[in-house]
C-alpha cells in the first residue's frame, strides 16, 4: 500500500523540519514500524505490530496532550511548518487506515497494526499542536460564522 511509503516519507520531512530531538526520536521509531507493517502485507500472517506498540502511541498522546490546552473548537492545519507536516501526515495515516479497513475485508490483517494506525493518527494531530506550541505556530480555529460571510 503506497501510502505507507507516503507517510514515511512526510514523517522524514518533518524530522528534518528542526523539531525536537525527543519527537524526532519517536517518529523514526515509527519509520521503522511502518517498515514493519509493510512487511505484514507482504508477508500474509506475518505478526510484528504488537499491543505493546499500540500502548507506546497511547502514553505518547498522553504525554504530550497534558501540555496541551483543551480543545474547544475544531482546529484548521496549519501554524508552524512542522506543524503543518504533522498536520499532513495524520492526513496520509487516516487514508492509509480507511484503505487498510478495505484491505483487511480480502485479505488477513494483524488487528494491532489497525489500532496502530488509529492511534497513529491521533498522534500526529496532538504532535501538530505540541510542534505549533514549540515553534510559535498559532492555532487557527475553524470559524463557523465566516462560511456565512464568504464565497
Known sequence: IGDIDELNSLLG????????????????????????????ISIPGNALTQPAHVIRLEELI??????????????????????????LARTVCRRLERHLVAFARTEYLNPHTMSYINRLSDLLFVLARSLNQQKGGKEVYWDKARLKNSA
Not at 15 to 40: K, P, T, V
Not at 66 to 85: D, K, N, V, Y
Open 13 to 40: 520531512v518533518l524530522i528534518a523540519s528542526r523539531i525536537s530531538e525527543d519527537i524526532a526520536g519517536y517518529l523514526l521509531n515509527i519509520q521503522h514500524r511502518l517498515f514493519d507493517i509493510g512487511a505484514e
Open 62 to 87: 498522553d504525554t504530550y496532550n497534558a501540555e496541551l490546552q483543551h480543545l474547544e473548537e475544531f482546529i484548521l492545519p496549519g501554524g508552524s511548518m512542522p506543524a503543518a507536516l504533522s498536520h
